[in-house]
């Protein structure tokens, strides 16, 4: 089951997606459909099917709170970052490295993103997989984490890299407005299966600048589910980002970054593709 966000000619709805059709689900959107308990969802009654040609995809929920996410969780990744900042020591963390971008960073697939080149002139890439929470939990196993796991999205982790330094932090660089593309969809967990085995890429203009395995993940998606979990209670709805593999911009000799007009796709197996066109915008002069 993939489970869609739309608009069509009767305005925004939540749906599933079954083959190239859509039926809209009777709610007011999918944070809410998660908020159902188990037997409520399975007796919503699902509307006409309408081709997805005819519906415009937008992101598939927005959470109630910030985006949660995990720095440097691939350890090629940590190891690229580390050599741009001309530093030997690779030391792997004990925990997750956590971190937010902010809710209106949300952006749909197929959106163009309208980033400020006022603001920032290295607007970097970041492919992720995303983990959509089902049920309310608090300090869960990482044996049962995955049972909390409603699904998973495709998520661009778009960060600003001179004002991430200039912060000397991470939120404000990751959370200007659509910097995080989100979706298609979302697909079933039970339909996707094991989230630690994933092919995982982004492309710029079709060239390929990530590819890797969610199987490199130095921490998986049930001990990240945990170790977030522990002490704070993650609600349906609530997003997680994986962490990034290799391959980003900011590490590239020289470094590489977005530019007006490219086209940027994430594509996780087993779940598809997610592209978005950037376009950056200076403001009129005084």
Known sequence: MRYVSFVSADGPQAGVLEGDCVKPLAVADLVAY????????????????TALAEVALVAPLRPRKNVFCVGRNYLDHAAEVARSQGRTDLKLPAVPTFFTK???????????????????????????????IGRR??????????????????????TARDLQRAHQQWFKGKSLDGTCPFGPWIVDARELGDPQDLTIELRVNGTVKQHSHTSKMIF???????????????????????????????????????????????????????????????????
């Open 102 to 132: 902010a809710p209106t960073a949300i952006a749909g697939p197929g959106e163009t993103l309208a980033l400020s080149a006022d603001i920032s002139s290295e607007y970097d890439w970041e492919a992720e997989l995303a983990v959509v």
């Open 220 to 286: 998986p998606v049930g001990e990240i589910v945990a170790q977030l979990s522990r002490g704070m209670t993650l609600e349906p709805g609530d997003v997680i980002a994986t962490g990034t593999p290799e391959g980003v911009g900011m590490a590239r000799t020289p470094p590489e970054f977005l530019h007006d007009g490219d086209v940027v796709e994430i594509e996780i197996e087993r779940i598809g593709v997610l592209r978005n066109t950037i376009r950056l915008e200076r403001s009129a002069p005084a």
């Open 137 to 158: 939990v608090r300090d869960v196993s990482a044996r049962e984490a995955l049972d909390a796991v409603f699904g998973y999205a495709c998520l661009n982790d778009l």
């Open 34 to 49: 998660l908020e159902l308990d188990p037997a409520a969802r399975q007796a919503l009654k699902l509307g006409p099917a």
